[in-house]
Nanobody
Framework: QLQASGGGSVQTGGSLRLSCEAS????????MGWFRQAPGKGREFVTA????????IYADSVKGRFTISRDNAKNTVMLQMSSLQPEDTAVYYC????????????????????WGQGTLVTVSS
């Protein structure tokens, strides 16, 4: 139900844009999130966006460098990543939950109902 794309290899300071397309007709009712898992580490929250796109939240580690957006007409959520650092190397996962949730709760993996397969981002120094 979720297909992420756009991963690849980039040098430090570079940019990448990830996309995640959802199937179905209810995309505008989903809260969307991005998480990542670095090699040897647990999965961590990156960013999330509300159903309307008006509310967003970011992990401190990516604030000011990453931007989440969504296009409800295309059932797609995007993650624009800039000023990439080697520590951003990870498999990036998109996920959605049915319905709205308070902004603070968007950070929690447990709030999400459906997960995509992940796309690998590698940042080399």
């Amino acid at each position: 139900q979720l297909q992420a794309s756009g991963g690849g290899s980039v040098q430090t300071g570079g940019s990448l844009r990830l996309s995640c397309e959802a199937s179905g007709r209810s995309f505008n009712s989903y809260t969307m999130g991005w998480f990542r898992q670095a090699p040897g580490k647990g999965r961590e929250f990156v960013t999330a966006v509300s159903r309307s796109g008006l509310r967003t939240i970011y992990a401190d580690s990516v604030k000011g460098r990453f931007t989440i957006s969504r296009d409800n007409a295309k059932n797609t959520v995007m993650l624009q990543m800039s000023s990439l650092q080697p520590e951003d190397t990870a498999v990036y996962y998109c996920a959605f939950r049915y319905g709205e949730v308070v902004v603070s709760a968007m950070r929690r993996e447990s709030e999400y109902h459906v997960w995509g397969q992940g796309t690998l981002v590698t940042v080399s120094s």
